[in-house]
């Protein structure tokens, strides 16, 4: 089978499974999909239809087994970071396109298989890499010594002392003694001892010393640019490059927005917006994902209970952590842990991330839901592409920073703005304008932008990338109360809540 072949039957089954069906098979003309969903994505066992649907069913519950035996996070960032060994644990259960009679246990046994040769191979070249670095640390401490001795002849003076003999020194200091007593301390040349000290570290070294003259100017250590690396970056400036100075470090963008808790206990809603629309009109592509996670700072307050409010949304499907007590959420809509003796996890102010406790994932193909939407005409007239941009934002969210990125052609200089509700913002080295909207609220909830390039054909500007962010989500859930387990009055908490964009485009 081709690559081209298998790359197009993976290309078809999204089309073919749709949302809300129960059946865990599809089939074509010519081939069967056997699939099972895991969290957010889909195992897939793609077979002729002449094969066998039981034996198919039960390799793909042995393979539904074996991914959250190498993968913890059942995401699509950590099926990526573990793709090798899924693939190779996939080839135990698989020969030939034929189903191995193997359990979970001996598959694990099979990759962790261990080469006695391997590992004499690996100590032998550990050795010899320990060893080089003996040696070199060897010859740097030889380096350093020998520009330590060189340093000590230069400078003159006491150098060396089985350079210069007792008698020379003596004669030496006694023409100190001469000349100072000839000249004074109040002569017009000063203290009187610069020329007989020259002429001491002269006879002793038989060289002048760096002391006995001042060094030229410019020569000396300088703190900063130059000029002309002034002048450079000033010019890179001026053609609209990003230049970033040399600065003390800061906190990323993501700390700076999202501080460290200082309350006892801290929860967080986040979710995800991935939408893919078309640029003629209609969503390809909406996928919201959000998770509730929980950061508790003290060990004290681990034995609580979470009682959480949903929105009105039908639909948000809703999915608790494996160690969630599912029937107490379905019932009070409370998220607590199956043993409630059992404390949360703790953890210190700087770890951001925290316990997660629940996930709710939205899909839909209604053009009403997305919160911003794109309209982009370009047209032609003689030599030049006018362009005209204008967005329409949903009065369910008030939108901050938005950022709109158009991709532009390969162009000389910047794109002539004629009108614009915002700011803009030319990035000629990756050729693509900015257009910055601080907040997108009910005084703004749309506005337009104009642009001329030279002539251009109309795909270049698209795909268009939009990124922005919400204190709204579609779930609307909310944390109403914490349940000490023990007694007492329940902790001070503080919610977090924030939608994001992952991934939002107009192509």
């Not at 074509?28 to 969903?37: K, L």
């Not at 298989?113 to 191979?121: D, G, I, P, T, V």
């Not at 997660?356 to 994932?361: A, P």
């Not at 934002?393 to 990125?405: E, H, K, P, R, T």
Request: proline share 5%.
């Amino acid at each position: 089978m081709t690559r081209i072949r298998i790359e197009g039957l993976l290309a078809a089954f999204p089309k073919l499974v749709g949302t809300g069906k129960q059946h865990t098979y599809v089939e074509t003309e010519n081939v069967r999909y056997v699939y099972q969903p895991i969290e957010a994505l889909y195992l897939l066992l793609v077979t002729n239809k002449n094969s066998n649907i039981l034996e198919d069913l039960e390799t793909l519950r042995l393979l539904s087994k074996l991914v959250p035996e190498y993968s913890y996070s059942l995401d699509e960032e950590g099926i990526c970071k573990h793709a090798f060994e899924l693939i190779f644990a996939f080839d135990e259960v698989i020969s030939l396109g034929h189903k191995e009679n193997v359990t979970v246990a001996q598959v694990k046994q099979y990759c962790e298989m261990e080469s006695h040769e391997e590992k004499l191979h690996k100590l032998v070249l550990q050795s010899k890499i320990n060893e080089t670095k003996d040696v070199m640390k060897r010859k740097a401490s030889e380096i350093d010594k020998s520009k330590i001795e060189k340093n000590r002849g230069d400078k003159g003076g006491f150098g060396p002392l089985q350079s210069m003999g007792s008698g020379r020194i003596e004669n030496s200091f006694s023409d100190l003694s001469i000349s100072s007593s000839g000249t004074g301390f109040g002569s017009g040349s000063g203290f009187g001892l610069t020329s007989d000290v020259d002429s001491f570290a002269t006879k002793s070294k038989g060289r002048p010393t760096s002391s006995a003259t001042a060094p030229p100017k410019g020569l000396g250590m300088k703190l900063g640019k130059s000029q002309r690396t002034n002048q450079f970056l000033e010019s890179l400036k001026a053609e609209g490059e990003v230049i970033l100075e040399d600065v003390q470090p800061k906190l990323s963008q993501s700390r700076v927005s999202a501080p460290p808790p200082t309350d006892p206990i801290t929860l967080t809603v986040e979710e995800k917006l991935n939408v893919t629309l078309k640029r003629d009109g209609g969503v390809s592509n909406f996928d919201v994902q959000g998770t509730l996670s929980l950061q508790i700072l003290n060990q004290e307050d681990g034995h609580i209970q979470v009682q959480v409010q949903t929105g009105d949304n039908q639909a948000v499907s809703f999915k608790t952590h494996p160690n969630m007590n599912k029937e107490l959420f379905a019932n009070d809509y409370i998220l607590g842990l199956k043993d409630p003796n059992r404390p949360f996890p703790t953890g210190q102010a700087s770890d951001a991330a925290g316990v997660g406790l629940l996930k709710w994932r939205m899909q839909s193909t209604d053009e009403s839901m997305v919160p911003l939407t794109i309209n982009c005409w370009p047209s032609s007239s003689g030599n030049e592409t006018y362009v005209s941009i204008e967005y329409e934002a949903s009065s369910m969210f008030d939108l901050q920073n938005v950022v709109i990125s158009v991709p532009l052609p390969a162009l000389r200089e910047a794109p002539s703005v004629r009108q614009i509700d915002g700011e803009w913002r030319y990035d000629s080295r990756n050729s693509i304008l900015e257009w910055s909207v601080l907040l997108i609220d009910n005084s703004n909830r749309s506005g337009s932008m104009e642009f001329v390039v030279p002539l251009a054909d109309s795909s270049v500007f698209f795909p268009i990338s939009v990124r922005f962010m919400a204190t709204d989500t579609f779930s609307d859930l909310k944390v109403t109360n914490i349940i000490p387990l023990k007694g007492g009055n329940p902790p001070k908490f503080a919610q977090r809540t924030q939608l994001i964009t992952d991934s939002y485009q107009v192509v």
